[in-house]
């Protein structure tokens, strides 16, 4: 009889698990085609969403005032991808473009675009994205202490995006 409950009680858990797994990658297809609505918003090169479905994130680069939005693989760079993969794990949140800046007085800073898991706030995220003022995460690369969420300004630039402020 013993065995029967602990049986029963390993499958219900295991179903329970299966359960929680398909609604995840439920929320993560989801967060990918929501993704792809905001790069079209931010007017990025194909390529970047074509990428993007295949699991390639890309970033801009802000290098001076002429070579500002130029794009290249988050992959390009381990620390990059690190923070990447973090903050989408800690977050449960789809990062689908970045932005580096290298400020005098900050240091270098990694903005990531992303998808949350709050459904119910998507559609106001891609309203300030559409009015160039998105909610992000900024990583501090040079004091990882001052990195913090909050709204940013961009704008598209050269097939990417640049930070205004």
Known sequence: ?????????????????????????????????????????????????????????????????????????VNNEKKYVD???????????????????????IGEMLTLLYVSKHEAEWAQDKQDLQEGYPLAYVANLTASENSEFGSVGIIAKNGGVSRTY
Request: proline share 1%; charged share 35%.
């Open 1 to 73: 009889m013993k065995y029967c409950e602990k049986l029963k009680r390993k499958l219900q858990r295991e179903k329970e698990k299966a359960r929680k797994e398909e609604a995840m990658e439920t929320l993560q297809e989801r967060q990918k085609a929501e993704a792809l609505k905001r790069m079209a918003i931010l007017k990025l090169l194909p390529e970047v969403s074509a990428a993007f479905e295949q699991g390639i994130v890309y970033y801009s680069e802000r290098q001076n005032a002429i070579f500002d939005g130029i794009l290249y693989f």
């Open 83 to 105: 923070i990447v993969k973090a903050f989408e794990s800690e977050h449960e949140a789809l990062v689908y473009h970045a932005h580096l800046m290298h400020h005098r007085d």
